[in-house]
């Protein structure tokens, strides 16, 4: 089997490289033209990228055998997510990497305002000692608001209350008892612009995000308010900042990132009272390692199967769905593989019921692998979890989702159904001691392990029509390693589902259709479960 390829298309720290390289072929080549990166990914697997490297359209359709994308980074703002999606491509990042370094950053920019460091450092260098038109403001008991309350905006809300600061912060995710722990007073955007004496933002690019602070932010601001960007270049708006500072109505401005980078011409260039530094933001030789290793084990998790701690387009687990759901993720594809076979057409609503313990928790990833299960068998179109829901939106199937504390007498279940045309289809499964189990077919219950290949019958429960089916399968040489039958009633219809160790033939189907008491046949070709 060809090894799994990683491309790293811009520099990572060397432990990263190694961490990947561990497990897999690495190529590191940095500096590659837009055109000759689509010349050579499609032989790759996983896209490592940082900021600079556009992952657009034509680069991912490029990508023929991509399975992920790595942004070594907190945003993702260089990647096309939506075309990532609809090639079926796992989008990750490394969001708590660069953590500390962004917040001290943050700090230093601040009290490199406040105190005129850039200004005193130039002048004394010209050989100046005016020590008066350089004197400064003391942060202790001033208001800093915080715009984006994630782990960098709570890192910051700390430091700056070790500096004695009053604390605002705004961010529609969070509770005003989480921000509370931190020292944080939680009010809405208006507020903080109104009440702040220096504001950061810390809160992705997105289109509501964009000039966010723009002229109408900042003539609600405080006279002699400063504000501060170590996030994304778009979140200010340069020409308004700019303006303000101008004329006088800010304080002073330290910027880390811009809406064009290098930002050449940007008026903040020539703006007063400004500190500008190169997106420096992450730039420090811890973060760059603990990016580099973070970023490294998405990638490697989503090659192997795994879901991403912090895949930004598929669905997440929380660490403590992780324990509850990540084991039930193959029974949940495995049961939806053995649906699509054992409906034999196209499902039209497709329902995914979760059952006891599974009730009380994340219902998307269960869900998910469900449909990839359904529709791998059925398309040549790659299905995984990042897709499966797209793909089945384009064919019409719709999805529910259902939710019951009765589990039938197990601790979780899960039990999946699909509408074909005249009635409906339905098939139940389980864990036990770790192994996958079929409960239900129909409205048959059962208990019986999963198999890679299974033998069904829909038959007459009759005397001697189990016997010459063995007898059919004996002559054939073909072994059964497992049976279960499932009845109504005596001497009604009855299910009987065999584990065979080698493959049914179509003469052997056959011969097994022609028995007078056989109703239906089914051969199950599931894999190895997973």
């Not at 689509?38 to 034509?58: F, K």
């Not at 000039?211 to 708006?237: E, S, Y």
């Not at 073909?478 to 009604?492: C, E, G, K, T, Y």
């Given at each position: 089997?060809?090894?799994?390829?990683?491309?790293?298309?811009?520099?990572?720290?060397?432990?990263?490289?190694?961490?990947?390289?561990?497990?897999?072929?690495?190529?590191?080549?940095?500096?590659?033209?837009?055109?000759?990166?689509?010349?050579?990914?499609?032989?790759?697997?996983?896209?490592?990228?940082?900021?600079?490297?556009?992952?657009?359209?034509?680069?991912?359709?490029?990508?023929?055998?991509?399975?992920?994308?790595?942004?070594?980074?907190?945003?993702?703002?260089?990647?096309?997510?939506?075309?990532?999606?609809?090639?079926?491509?796992?989008?990750?990042?490394?969001?708590?990497?660069?953590?500390?370094?962004?917040?001290?950053?943050?700090?230093?920019?601040?009290?490199?305002?406040?105190?005129?460091?850039?200004?005193?450092?130039?002048?004394?260098?010209?050989?100046?000692?005016?020590?008066?038109?350089?004197?400064?403001?003391?942060?202790?008991?001033?208001?800093?608001?915080?715009?984006?309350?994630?782990?960098?905006?709570?890192?910051?809300?700390?430091?700056?209350?070790?500096?004695?600061?009053?604390?605002?912060?705004?961010?529609?995710?969070?509770?005003?008892?989480?921000?509370?722990?931190?020292?944080?007073?939680?009010?809405?955007?208006?507020?903080?612009?109104?009440?702040?004496?220096?504001?950061?933002?810390?809160?992705?690019?997105?289109?509501?995000?964009?000039?966010?602070?723009?002229?109408?932010?900042?003539?609600?601001?405080?006279?002699?308010?400063?504000?501060?960007?170590?996030?994304?270049?778009?979140?200010?708006?340069?020409?308004?900042?700019?303006?303000?500072?101008?004329?006088?109505?800010?304080?002073?401005?330290?910027?880390?990132?811009?809406?064009?980078?290098?930002?050449?011409?940007?008026?903040?260039l020539d703006a007063p009272n400004t500190v500008l530094t190169p997106h420096?933001?992450?730039?420090?030789?811890?973060?760059?390692?603990?990016?580099?290793?973070?970023?490294?084990?998405?990638?490697?998790?989503?090659?192997?199967?795994?879901?991403?701690?912090?895949?930004?387009?598929?669905?997440?687990?929380?660490?403590?769905?992780?324990?509850?759901?990540?084991?039930?993720?193959?029974?949940?594809?495995?049961?939806?593989?053995?649906?699509?076979?054992?409906?034999?057409?196209?499902?039209?609503?497709?329902?995914?019921?979760?059952?006891?313990?599974?009730?009380?928790?994340?219902?998307?990833?269960?869900?998910?692998?469900?449909?990839?299960?359904?529709?791998?068998?059925?398309?040549?179109?790659?299905?995984?979890?990042?897709?499966?829901?797209?793909?089945?939106?384009?064919?019409?199937?719709?999805?529910?989702?259902?939710?019951?504390?009765?589990?039938?007498?197990?601790?979780?279940?899960?039990?999946?159904?699909?509408?074909?045309?005249?009635?409906?289809?339905?098939?139940?499964?389980?864990?036990?001691?770790?192994?996958?189990?079929?409960?239900?077919?129909?409205?048959?219950?059962?208990?019986?392990?999963?198999?890679?290949?299974?033998?069904?019958?829909?038959?007459?429960?009759?005397?001697?029509?189990?016997?010459?089916?063995?007898?059919?399968?004996?002559?054939?040489?073909?072994?059964?390693?497992?049976?279960?039958?499932?009845?109504?009633?005596?001497?009604?219809?009855?299910?009987?589902?065999?584990?065979?160790?080698d493959d049914v033939p179509p003469a052997l189907e056959a011969a097994i259709r022609a028995d007078e008491?056989?109703?239906?046949?089914?051969?199950?070709?599931?894999?190895?479960?997973?």
């Amino acid at each position: 089997m060809a090894a799994t390829r990683v491309l790293v298309a811009e520099s990572i720290a060397p432990e990263g490289i190694a961490a990947l390289r561990a497990r897999h072929e690495v190529d590191v080549r940095t500096g590659l033209s837009p055109e000759e990166l689509r010349g050579i990914v499609g032989e790759y697997e996983a896209l490592v990228v940082r900021s600079q490297v556009a992952v657009d359209a034509a680069l991912i359709a490029a990508g023929a055998r991509l399975q992920v994308i790595g942004r070594a980074g907190v945003g993702v703002d260089n990647v096309d997510l939506d075309a990532a999606t609809r090639a079926g491509i796992t989008v990750v990042n490394a969001p708590t990497g660069n953590t500390i370094a962004a917040a001290e950053h943050t700090i230093a920019l601040l009290l490199a305002l406040a105190r005129h460091v850039p200004e005193a450092d130039a002048s004394i260098r010209r050989g100046e000692w005016k020590r008066g038109p350089l004197q400064g403001v003391q942060l202790r008991g001033r208001t800093l608001g915080i715009v984006g309350l994630g782990k960098i905006g709570m890192a910051i809300a700390e430091r700056a209350r070790g500096l004695g600061m009053s604390l605002l912060g705004s961010d529609p995710y969070v509770t005003p008892e989480q921000a509370a722990l931190r020292g944080v007073e939680l009010v809405d955007f208006d507020a903080l612009i109104e009440r702040s004496d220096a504001i950061t933002v810390h809160v992705p690019l997105t289109r509501a995000t964009t000039g966010l602070i723009g002229t109408a932010a900042i003539a609600r601001m405080k006279p002699g308010a400063v504000v501060l960007n170590v996030a994304r270049g778009g979140i200010v708006d340069e020409a308004a900042l700019a303006a303000a500072l101008r004329e006088g109505r800010l304080g002073g401005a330290a910027i880390d990132v811009f809406e064009h980078e290098p930002p050449t011409g940007s008026p903040l260039l020539d703006a007063p009272n400004t500190v500008l530094t190169p997106h420096l933001g992450a730039s420090t030789a811890e973060a760059q390692v603990a990016v580099a290793e973070e970023i490294a084990e998405q990638v490697l998790d989503v090659l192997a199967g795994r879901p991403a701690q912090y895949a930004v387009n598929a669905p997440l687990l929380s660490p403590e769905a992780e324990q509850t759901i990540g084991p039930y993720l193959p029974l949940a594809e495995m049961l939806g593989r053995f649906l699509a076979q054992f409906a034999r057409a196209g499902v039209g609503t497709f329902t995914v019921e979760l059952a006891g313990e599974l009730a009380r928790t994340e219902t998307a990833p269960l869900t998910a692998a469900a449909l990839r299960g359904l529709l791998e068998i059925g398309t040549t179109e790659r299905v995984n979890l990042v897709n499966a829901a797209i793909i089945a939106k384009a064919r019409g199937i719709g999805v529910v989702e259902r939710r019951t504390t009765d589990a039938g007498g197990f601790p979780a279940a899960i039990t999946i159904s699909g509408t074909v045309k005249g009635g409906q289809v339905t098939a139940g499964g389980t864990l036990a001691g770790g192994e996958m189990r079929l409960v239900r077919l129909n409205d048959y219950r059962l208990d019986m392990a999963v198999a890679e290949l299974m033998l069904i019958t829909r038959h007459r429960d009759r005397p001697g029509t189990i016997g010459r089916i063995g007898q059919l399968l004996g002559t054939a040489d073909v072994n059964i390693s497992a049976m279960h039958l499932a009845r109504s009633a005596p001497r009604a219809d009855a299910l009987m589902i065999l584990s065979v160790d080698d493959d049914v033939p179509p003469a052997l189907e056959a011969a097994i259709r022609a028995d007078e008491g056989v109703h239906d046949l089914w051969t199950i070709r599931l894999g190895a479960p997973r």
